[in-house]
């Protein structure tokens, strides 16, 4: 079944009638992708990533355990209690796959996780099989670790996501079901307390966008209230900021604990503020924005600096080896970032975002599509210590060749499949006066104006590899309407020109140029980024990279993989000299072709420390060097030939 051309849906946020968004998110259908970065790796998630994800969740047990809740066959439940989530999140990122063009088989393996998922649902609307598989005396028993009201919100965002782009309303009519069994026990007269993974507040806002239910938006605003009394206990020894149960949501100053947690729950938060706009609400999210961004936020857009919690750390405890930057967590970033941009219309947001998603997000799947990271460090030292997941099996912590393909909490592989399988959604938006272009790749983008002339135009770019951008009208209407584009934070000097005539000093509004005029058909913008590497050093409070600097090219953060220097196994001894230029050269049959980037620097032999940790300050004296050059790689792309030695941050050359 194909989305109806009558009944377009938007993405996975739709803000269309959100009274307190400044911008109004696209239809689903606004926005195609051509040919180019983005639209391969798409399809790798497409033609791999989302039948290989399939054949997981049979082998994990995922569709067992429904199958076993609604009495088809006889077992035991395995794995986590929130294995639920993944098939949801699966089916999430089936349907946005599938909304373009549709692959039958595809389609056919879906409609059976459908089926079991509509055959367990209890008649009064509940389901979670855990639960009902016996593994749990009663439904609700533990809502600080039952995790499902977390399982009912993937839920409800594939339901969404099927009725948005698919026209299917099969999930939508369970998820409702389930919905109102919820609204039936939790309320202000009626149960109190909420789950202990947020995730259920943005899923229950986004369930009233799409049926107008406001019982539903109640209900997301309950949760969010319940937060913040105390009542959870946490896990082992971390606190209720384990399950955001520290502080009144009104309240947050700073970024505490579990941090998926904390960012689907500010997701979930800045979504109701969209709606009833309260103040409180916004005053909090930005408090709260700012101390991520000012002190816990690494270079790769990753958050959770400790592995113990999955937590965030101190300010500026941004350790790069033992650092934690779960997927999950960097995906949930670049969700709540994006509420805040449709609120603020300010480009920070999106260079949050962009930042978040080319480097963690896009270094947790392998290029193959079917493996996967779940922790994404900075630096690796030894090849054979990375841990690879929350807890896996001991025998499992030494690292393999490659990325595992998939993990005992499963929650990153269909969380990944989810977002680019809906990519589109976040590449611009609209307003009463015109279309702003937030991210960039090569695409298509139509929308009807509230002016009612007919917009269509399109993007031309090799970005994230060259900084030119082309934005070319096809169709418009008589009447002046405005084109946004962001401005990078890393680009310095851009340059711009409309028809070939250069553009001094155009109209910039918080990261925006802003092209106001009366446009016509075949009108070109060009868009010149300037694109260079560059050297970033970072605050000197984070210790863990005091006297080192990061090589980045655009939104890109790159890597030194030990396999690619000159002396082998010495990536501890490396030191980069930022007085010398910094080349860069294509490399079309690496890594799926990628610009590297060569820096000059040098291997300290260290000799006088051989032997010793500490000495007194006195003694050493500086080893004798060789001058090598150093070859970087994006980020992204590490682990990909065969996991070894890694690091973002390269000491500073002494001397
Ligand atoms: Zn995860």
New binding site residues.
């Given amino acids: 079944m194909l989305p109806s051309d009558k009944n377009p849906g938007s993405g996975p946020v739709d803000t269309s009638r959100s009274p307190h968004a400044q911008w109004k998110t696209l239809e689903y259908r606004n926005v195609s992708l051509h040919e180019g970065f983005w639209k391969r790796r798409v399809a790798v998630t497409r033609k791999t990533s989302l039948r290989f994800g399939f054949r997981m969740l049979e082998r994990a047990g995922n569709l067992d355990n429904l199958r076993i809740a609604a009495g088809l066959i006889r077992g035991n439940y395995r794995g986590y209690v929130f294995q639920d989530s993944d098939v949801y999140k699966w089916l999430e990122a089936v349907a946005w796959g599938m909304g373009r063009e549709a692959d039958k088989e595809l389609l056919s393996l879906a409609d059976q996780a459908i089926a079991l998922i509509e055959a367990a649902q209890r008649p009064d609307g509940y389901i979670n099989s855990y639960v009902q598989t016996g593994e749990s005396p009663e439904a609700w028993e533990d809502l600080d670790f039952g995790h499902e009201l977390y399982c009912a919100g993937h839920l409800f965002q594939a339901a969404i996501a099927y009725q948005r782009a698919l026209g299917d309303r099969r999930l939508l009519d369970i998820a409702c079901r389930f919905a109102d069994h919820i609204d039936s026990v939790f309320g202000p007269d009626k149960r109190h307390g909420t789950g202990g993974h947020p995730q259920v507040e943005m899923a229950l806002v986004e369930l009233y966008r799409l049926t107008g239910e406001s019982r539903y938006l109640e209900l997301a605003k309950f949760f969010i209230d319940q937060r913040g009394k105390g009542v959870m206990n946490g896990h082992r020894s971390y606190g209720p900021e384990y399950h955001q149960d520290h502080v009144p949501v009104r309240e947050v100053t700073e970024a505490a604990g579990h941090s ?1 947690r904390q960012l689907y729950l500010a997701s979930g938060v800045t979504d109701l503020y969209l709606e009833t706009g309260e103040q409180a609400l916004l005053d909090a999210m930005q408090c709260l924005s700012k101390d991520i961004a000012e002190t816990k936020l690494y270079i790769t857009g990753g958050m959770g600096a400790r592995f113990d919690g999955e937590a965030f750390g101190d300010p500026y405890e941004l350790p790069t080896d033992q650092c934690y930057c ?3 967590a960097a995906i949930a970033s670049l969700m709540w970032n994006w509420r805040m941009l449709i609120i603020s219309g300010d480009g920070c947001y999106a260079d949050q975002m962009e930042r978040a998603l080319y480097n963690n997000i896009l270094a947790s799947p392998a290029l193959d599509g079917q493996h996967f990271f ?1 922790i994404n460090p900075l630096m690796l030292r030894e090849p054979r210590y990375l841990r690879l997941s929350t807890d896996l099996p001991p025998s499992k912590v030494f690292i393999p060749n490659e990325r595992p393909e998939w993990h005992d909490c499963a ?2 592989p269909p ?1 990944v499949m989810r977002l680019f399988s809906s990519l589109t959604h976040y590449l611009a938006t609209h307003d009463a006066n015109g279309i702003q272009i937030h991210q960039f790749a090569p695409a298509e983008i139509e929308r009807d104006l509230q002016s009612g002339q007919h917009v269509k135009l399109t993007i031309v770019t090799e970005y994230p590899w060259q900084g030119q951008i082309r934005l070319r009208i096809e169709e418009t209407g008589s009447d002046s309407w405005a084109l946004s584009i962001r401005i990078p934070e890393w680009s310095q000097n851009p340059t711009l020109s409309i028809n070939g005539n250069t553009v001094g000093e155009p109209n910039f509004e918080k990261g925006y140029l802003v092209l106001d005029r009366v446009w016509q058909a075949g009108d070109v913008v060009d868009l010149e980024l300037g694109i260079e590497p560059m050297l970033v050093a970072s605050n000197p409070r984070i210790d863990a990279t005091r006297g080192c600097l990061a090589i980045q090219r655009g939104p890109i953060v790159y890597c030194l993989e030990d396999k690619d220097q000159e002396i082998p196994g010495r990536l501890l001894d490396v030191e980069i000299d930022q007085n010398k230029p910094l080349l860069t050269r294509w490399e079309g049959d690496l890594l799926d072709g990628v610009i590297v980037v060569e820096a000059e620097g040098q291997f300290v032999d260290n000799e006088a420390w051989h032997g010793h940790l500490y000495q007194p300050v006195t003694s050493p004296v500086q080893g004798a060097t060789h001058p090598a050059r150093l070859v970087a790689i994006p980020y992204y792309a590490w682990g990909n030939r065969k996991i070894g030695g890694m690091r973002v941050w390269i000491p500073e050359k002494s001397s």
């Fill in positions: 998926v779960e997927t999950c779940y929650c990153c969380n």
